[in-house]
């Protein structure tokens, strides 16, 4: 018998991120003690390098993702020729192979290389993800500015302007809960690639139309689109009673992993609470509370990753279809690590397949079909 989903099947050993017992670890560092004092630029080092970076290679990993975050002027006319109306993840996995074609070392399979290759992937992810969002509304594209953080960087590329220090360390902070979690559907989806030592952008273009979709990394947009749709925290009960009576799944909940809590989803909350406080919209906060009473008390399930970070990402200003576009800038990391421990110890990845087609057909002449 097959497992349907690769359920429980361990398909690759891995010291990047771990999940034991319902604990999330990048590099055996718990997520909370991350959440709470990491920055995202230091996650970046630990999940490439296996340690936390000194001062010196934190500083320089900083100045090398501050001057490798510009993007060729000719991926910049691309976006511009981006017909209206497609999605910002579909505009990001064009671009991302678009800049392959741009990279002086496409060719060169060393790991000096792939790591540097690496370190533009993460510079101009956050780059490309502003850029078409100003494109889009008309608007200039805003350069990277070379003093700022990642994360501060990315909010001031796609405003236009310097970002309070709030909304910078709250997308700092799901930067880093963002950043890796172990073999899931994405992370698999660019080992398999380049386990065939294709590139590293065929992995991290494979990753981005993984992410994409609505059971993994597109369900954050999904619950913001559910939010507004229920509009009150009034209308959450009928809403969702409805939904679970119809056999729809609610976005947000479940967990292929974790059967008892995502160890990522209680930041959010508390994050979600100050924000929507902040921004004087606490409805959003109220309303994600009351879903997650009711499918937890109605279905045994809880939130997952992206169902608070909904109504943080809302509260920043963001706008509802780039929040899969930031997982994407966040799980860069993780996937270009992953990439990089294919490498040193690869082999195809090439599994079987359970046989329940039909048997002993034979070949039918056209016109006797
Ligand atoms: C970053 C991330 O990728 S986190 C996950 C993001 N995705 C979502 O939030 C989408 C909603 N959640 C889901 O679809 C699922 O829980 C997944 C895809 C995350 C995990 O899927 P699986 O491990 O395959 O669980 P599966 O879909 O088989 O669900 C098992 C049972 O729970 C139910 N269930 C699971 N999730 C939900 C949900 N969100 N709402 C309602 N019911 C659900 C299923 O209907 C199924 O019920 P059944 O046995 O009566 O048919
Ligand atoms: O691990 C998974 O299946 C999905 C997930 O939570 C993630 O990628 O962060």
């Given at each position: 018998m097959s497992a349907k989903g690769l359920?429980?099947?361990?398909?690759a050993q891995s010291s990047i991120s771990s999940i034991i017992d319902g604990v999330l670890t990048y590099a055996g560092i718990n997520i909370d003690e991350l959440a709470e004092n990491a920055s995202f630029e230091e996650v970046v080092y630990l999940l490439w390098h296996g340690r936390l970076p000194k001062a010196n290679e934190l500083s320089q990993l900083k100045k090398d993702l501050a001057e490798n975050a510009a993007i060729p002027e000719d991926v910049i006319t691309l976006l511009k020729t981006i017909p209206e109306g497609n999605h910002p993840m579909a505009v990001l996995r064009t671009a991302i192979s678009a800049l392959a074609l741009y990279d002086?070392?496409?060719q060169d399979m060393s790991r000096e290389a792939n790591l540097r290759k690496a370190t533009r992937l993460q510079a101009k992810v956050a780059t490309v993800v502003a850029a078409y969002h100003r494109i889009r509304q008309g608007k200039e594209v805003v350069a990277p500015h070379a003093e700022f953080g990642y994360a501060q960087n990315f909010l001031y590329m796609l405003n236009g302007e310097e970002p309070d220090q709030i909304a910078i360390d709250a997308l700092d902070t799901a930067l880093v809960l963002h950043a890796d979690h172990e073999l899931n559907a994405s992370t698999f989806a660019a080992r398999v690639t380049v386990a065939?030592?294709?590139?590293i952008y065929s992995g991290i273009t494979s990753a981005i139309g993984a992410l994409k979709g609505p059971l993994h990394g597109g369900a954050n947009e999904a619950v913001m689109a559910m939010l507004e749709e229920i509009k009150d925290p009034g209308n959450a009960e009928s809403y969702i009673r409805n939904k679970l009576a119809n056999k729809e799944k609610i976005m947000g909940f479940g967990h292929r992993v974790y059967k008892d809590g995502d160890p990522r989803a209680k930041h959010l909350r508390k994050m979600s609470e100050k924000l929507t406080k902040l921004t004087g919209q606490p409805q959003w906060y109220e309303m994600s509370v009351k879903i997650d009473e009711l499918v937890t008390a109605e279905k045994g399930l809880k939130p997952n990753v992206d169902f608070y970070s909904a109504s943080v990402y809302h509260s920043l200003?963001?706008?509802?279809?780039l929040f899969t576009p930031i997982f994407a800038i966040s799980r860069m990391s993780g996937w270009t690590a992953h990439i990089l421990e294919q490498y040193e110890n690869n082999r195809l990845i090439r599994p079987r397949a359970e046989y329940v087609g039909p048997v002993n057909a034979h070949y039918v002449p056209l016109e006797e079909r």
């Open positions: 359920e429980g099947i361990v398909a002086p070392e496409a065939t030592l294709s590139d200003g963001i706008p509802r279809d």
